[in-house]
């Protein structure tokens, strides 16, 4: 069973950097794929970013393509989101989530595993 623990987050001003990690219990790095979403007050939770199986690629939704990467360490198990040219918009509690599938897409449903979700508030 595949557990995710994030750390990172906190409050940052606007242009400013956070890094978010999730760590990766119950399954090896490079077979499973992992993805960060967001949930902002008062919407809807959307998709982040996701690298895939070690190797097979990565994905980025459009609005943090520029700003937002995404990698791992296979020693630590460890998979991590670095945030730069923070804006007020990126404010949302992050959560990390798993799924077994080489490539699970954007979609929620596809991921099985969830972190508990950590805060990240970008002010103004």
Known sequence: ???LVESGGG??????SLSL???VSGRTLSRVAVAWF???PGKEREFVAMRTYTGYGTDYVDSV???????????????TLQMNSLKPED???YYCA?????????????????????????SS
């Not at 409050?11 to 400013?16: F, I, L, N, P």
């Not at 393509?65 to 998979?79: G, M, P, Q, Y």
């Not at 897409?105 to 596809?110: F, I, Q």
């Open 21 to 23: 990690s999730c760590v």
């Open 11 to 16: 409050t940052v001003q606007v242009g400013g």
């Open 65 to 79: 393509k520029d700003r937002f990467s995404i990698s791992e360490d296979n020693a630590l198990n460890t998979v």
């Open 1 to 3: 069973q595949v557990q």
């Open 91 to 93: 404010t949302a509690i």
């Open 98 to 122: 798993s799924s077994t599938s080489i490539w699970p897409g954007r979609a929620a449903r596809s991921y099985v595993a969830w972190g508990q979700g950590i805060q990240v508030t970008v």
């Open 38 to 40: 967001r949930r902002a």
